[in-house]
């Protein structure tokens, strides 16, 4: 396993556009995470999945932002009718749940680099 | 979320030590020490983490004072490879839903 993967890693599109970022986590963990992160900024949580159900999606920033993982495996984000500031970086980690109400470290991959122009 | 407070910024000299300092004053009894580094155009990486004891890896140590309302995380000796944001973050490991909460971290800048 070579860890998070993301595709793609740059991406820039233009105003109004729609865009889908993909995730495939290690294999093993059940808990899949988005973030966001903006130049200088730490990463912001978006919404996560344990396995196949999203348990938390209030943090995500609009309507226009939703996220899948069918199958519990891969995940997609896609954010609708793109705008500039949706320019940033979109990070995937993911887990493993240890015991009831214990998960590991997370495992995050390099991101991909959006730009709306 | 209980909150950190860590400097913007700390510069180091290749092969030295580096203490980065983290203040959490309002942490609870079940909240772990989590800490994190991102290198350029990388996502985080795990570094360390602790409750109340000292602890090491190969990668650092991590002093957690008595109070806990600090700690330190220790790079024995920096290289250029080590220059990247730290992150310290607290994450109660008792809270299934809770997730990892960023704040804007320390940036290190190791000088050769």
């Not at chain 1, 740059?10 to 294999?27: A, E, L, W, Y």
């Amino acid at each position: 396993d070579t860890g998070v993967s993301q595709d793609p890693r740059h991406k820039i599109t233009k105003r109004g556009q729609n865009v889908t970022f993909r995730c495939d986590p290690i294999s093993e963990h059940n808990r899949l995470y988005w973030y966001r992160q903006t130049l200088g900024q730490g990463p912001e949580f978006l919404t996560y999945f344990q396995n196949e159900a999203q348990l938390e999606k209030s943090r995500l920033l609009s309507d226009r932002f939703s996220a899948e993982r069918p199958k519990g495996s891969f995940s997609t984000l896609e954010i609708q009718r793109t705008e500039q500031g949706d320019s940033a970086m979109y990070l995937c980690a993911s887990s493993l749940t240890l015991s009831p109400g214990a998960t590991s470290g997370y495992t995050f991959g390099s991101g991909t680099r959006l730009t709306v122009v | 979320d209980a909150k950190t407070t860590q400097p913007n910024s700390m510069e180091s000299n290749e092969e030295e030590p580096v203490h980065l300092p983290c203040n959490h004053s309002t942490i609870s009894g079940t909240d772990y020490i989590h800490w994190y580094r991102q290198l350029p155009s990388q996502g985080p990486e795990y570094v360390i983490h602790g409750l109340t004891s000292n602890v090491n890896n190969r990668m650092a140590s991590l002093a957690i004072a008595e109070d806990r309302k600090s700690s330190t995380l220790i790079l024995h000796r920096a290289t250029l490879r080590d220059a990247a944001v730290y992150y310290c973050i607290l994450r109660d490991n008792d809270n299934y839903g809770q997730n990892f909460v960023f704040g804007p971290g320390t940036r290190l800048s190791v000088l050769p």
